[in-house]
């Protein structure tokens, strides 16, 4: 398995499936690990940090955790394959941008990841396409306990794993969801989910994590503590009262557009259909928003000429490494705007 063979299809997390995925796009559980008798990262000497690279890439690739796991190592990639794992959601965009020794576990179906020398030592993930919780948790607690097995890691009896970020101290578990949320947007209503998101202490961020906007109606939904809370704690509260919440606003804003609204939609989601098969120019930016309304045109039952598979590969396909990496050379901006415009023609012209 190579990085090259990931830029054909979508990654997991646009899969598609998977319970409530036409609200819910993909569960992630991501857990901080980091070595006991190593300082945190940014105290480490570069030897040092080399050494822990090297060990824990023979340990993680030692083990059978995943089928068809593969090493990428980060520092060495190109800046374009740094960008296209961060497009995938494979490492965060600290560890692409990062200096020093560092790597990436992968294993074949993309579910999941282990960065090596992020911010922690080890920073673990496993990614399921739609609302799956409990699998998601127990397929990363199976991994972590088969790596602890062979790996001494930092912990006290006190405040539990230690973290290079206080916040992640505890359990060092994050779990995050990805949301299309297009109808509360469209309507205005975004701000509900904000509010709850600060009522229970939760981050809201965009398509890419920390930092960044949320292109497409993409936003991830995430827990910022853990120090005082059990796993089980955390996935409860997204379980029973966070996601049910949101998934209920987002829903009944979709009711209410088609009841009230729906020439106002239909014309929406139309518009950005014809713009996509006919724009010869045109940015990431732009295409995210229009693919937006296409998704959620598709997954209301008013576009069944495209299929929802289509749009979740121009999705990714569109961004900018993955154009790049597909048509095997760099582009500048403007040749990607155009390059893009004309791979969308073909792709839903096709699907007409």
Known sequence: MRLSDLTNHAGEWLRGAGPLYDVVISTRVRLARNLAGYPFLSKCTPAQRQEICDRLREAVLGLSLAPELFYVDVEQASDLNRRLLVERHLVSRQH????????VAISGDETLAVMVCEEDHLRI?????????????AAIDRIDDLLESQLVYAFSGRFGYLTACPTNVGTGIRVSVMLHLPALRMTGEIEKVFRAARDMRLAIRGL?????????DFFQLSNQTTLGRTEDDILRDFRDQILPRVIEYELRA?????????????????RALGLLRSARLISSEETLGLLSHLRMGVNLGRLPEVSLATVNELFLLTQPAHLQKIHGREMDPDERAEVRAAYIRKRLNGDA
């Open 254 to 270: 979709r009711e209410g557009l088609i009841s009230h609204k729906a020439a106002a939609i239909d014309d929406r989601i139309h």
């Open 125 to 137: 993930q496993v990614l399921r396409s739609g609302l799956e919780l409990d699998s998601t948790y």
């Open 96 to 103: 692409a941008e990062g200096q020093g020794a560092r790597g």
């Open 208 to 216: 890419y994590g920390e930092g960044t906007e949320a292109l497409g």
